[in-house]
């Protein structure tokens, strides 16, 4: 079945630091990539989606590239800021089911 | 515009209650609904979906049922609720069709089971 791994957190950069969450996965089809960013006590905002493979997805100064030959869809922002800390969530999705990886968290440290 | 409404935001509630939570979109019709739970430390599981009323499809074999007794309302119901059914549970809704949709959450129910 369809499934998704990102790497475990929690993640802890320095404001204005280079930020990369890696995130893979494993899919029957083609479905879309998407990473939400979840603030403490709120539900999952969508951050970014992309739709086939060598698409770029981006939002914020956040960015992911859909890589089909790595099944790959890593998250990455040049310049972190404080308020950037959150826990970050992978997915796939499509035909009314979506999958979620476990989450990275992330501390930004002014 | 579309919005998602859930409540309550927090819950607690004693083992062996009965657990009614409920989740309605505005502004769309027909829209595909979906209940998450996120327990402490973990992701999102997915607990039910549902593309139409009286349409549930369950996930999980559980101690959770869902309803959708109307276009756009989902509920998330147990009889007799266990510590393990504590979690942040999400309602949340898909807008746009094909590659254009997108997955929107509401803002949670924190559960705590005693």
């Known amino acids: 079945g369809n499934s998704v791994t990102q790497m475990e957190g929690p993640v802890t950069l320095s404001e204005e630091a280079f930020l990369t969450i890696n995130c893979t996965y494993t899919?029957?089809?083609?479905?879309?990539l998407f990473w939400y960013v979840q603030y403490p006590g709120e539900g999952l905002q969508l951050l970014l989606k992309?739709?086939?493979?060598?698409d770029k997805g981006s939002n914020k100064g956040f960015e992911a590239t859909y890589r089909k030959e790595t099944t790959s869809f890593h998250l990455e922002k040049g310049s972190v800021q404080v308020s950037d800390s959150a826990v970050y969530f992978c997915?796939?999705?499509?035909?009314?089911?979506?999958?979620f990886g476990t989450g990275t968290r992330l501390k930004v440290l002014a | 515009s579309q919005t998602i409404h859930q409540w309550p935001a927090t819950l607690v509630q004693p083992v062996g209650s009965p657990l009614s939570l409920e989740c309605t979109v505005e502004?769309?019709?027909?829209?595909?609904l979906y209940w998450y739970r996120q327990a402490a430390g973990r992701g999102l599981q997915l607990l039910f979906y549902s593309v139409g009323i009286g349409q549930i499809s369950s996930e999980v074999p559980q101690n959770l049922s869902a309803s959708r007794p109307q276009d756009r309302q989902f509920i998330l119901s147990s009889k007799k609720l266990l510590l393990s059914d504590s979690g942040f549970y999400l309602c949340?809704?898909?807008?746009?069709?094909?590659?254009?949709?997108?997955?929107?959450f509401g803002s949670g129910t924190q559960l705590s089971v005693l």
């Open positions: 899919a029957t089809g083609y479905p879309s």
């Open positions: 949340a809704w898909t807008y746009g069709d094909g590659l254009n949709e997108k997955l929107f």
């Open positions: 992309a739709t086939k493979a060598d």
């Open positions: 502004g769309t019709s027909n829209p595909n």
């Open positions: 997915a796939l999705g499509g035909t009314y089911k979506y999958i």
